[in-house]
T-cell receptor, first 115, second 111 residues
Framework: DSGVTQTPKHLITATGQRVTLRCSPR?????VYWYQQSLDQGLQFLIQ???????AKGNILERFSAQQFPDLHSELNLSSLELGDSALYFC??????????????FGPGTRLTVL | LAKTTQPISMDSYEGQEVNITCSHN???????ITWYQQFPSQGPRFIIQ???TKVTNEVASLFIPADRKSSTLSLPRVSLSDTAVYYC????????????FGKGTTLSVSS
């Protein structure tokens, strides 16, 4: 158990809909990252937040948005869903300190299926 | 960001030592080399990180030559449970740069 929690575990929805994925980082971790993993694209970095502020942006579509709240949990909002958005969405967190500079702790993921 | 190249797949048998090599020719001075392991439908898990020479922990060893243009993850005496995808990454996440996961190396261990 990494200490990172994600809800829901599974989500099935229809094209055109909007969903919200939630992530709670490990206690004390200030950074939260979102990744998308589909069969054909591998693990794609979407966005990073650090203590409420956007820190880095990857291949995140304009239909997607995220935020990190004062209690450090984060939400990833996906709108106007398309079939191709079906994927596993992972959240990860990191402490921002310590010797393992690139160590991120990944949650169990949310499997999104768009029908 | 430094790009990495690693084999798409490798096969091994239980009890053997497995070495997965990753090349990263344009690694930056402050980049660290990091390896992650991922099982199906699970999030990646940090294995080991190094800057130069050799790093060893309870799971694996990481060998980095002086020029740092490549690295080798060594898994001693693999078991069936080591069947997974292994990702090599280079970067310095604490500086705010994102970690880029490539396609990784799918290691299959047979009995």
């Amino acid at each position: 158990d990494s200490g990172v929690t994600q809800t829901p575990k599974h989500l099935i929805t229809a094209t055109g809909q909007r969903v919200t994925l939630r992530c709670s980082p490990r206690s004390g971790d200030l950074s939260v990252y979102w990744y998308q993993q589909s069969l054909d694209q591998g693990l794609q970095f979407l966005i990073q937040y650090y203590n409420g502020e956007e820190r880095a942006k990857g291949n995140i579509l304009e239909r997607f948005s995220a935020q990190q709240f004062p209690d450090l949990h984060s939400e990833l909002n996906l709108s106007s869903l398309e079939l191709g958005d079906s994927a596993l969405y992972f959240c990860a967190s990191s402490a921002g300190g310590g010797r393992n500079y690139n160590e991120q702790f990944f949650g169990p993921g949310t499997r999104l299926t768009v029908l | 960001l430094a790009k990495t190249t690693q084999p798409i797949s490798m096969d091994s048998y239980e009890g053997q030592e497995v070495n997965i090599t990753c090349s990263h020719n344009n690694i930056a001075t402050n980049d660290y080399i990091t390896w992650y392991q991922q099982f199906p439908s699970q999030g990646p898990r940090f294995i080991i990180q190094g800057y130069k020479t050799k790093v060893t922990n309870e799971v694996a060893s990481l060998f980095i030559p002086a020029d740092r243009k490549s690295s080798t993850l060594s898994l001693p005496r693999v078991s069936l449970s080591d069947t997974a995808v292994y990702y090599c990454l280079v970067g310095f996440n604490q500086a705010g740069t994102a970690l880029i996961f490539g396609k990784g190396t799918t290691l299959s261990v047979s009995s």
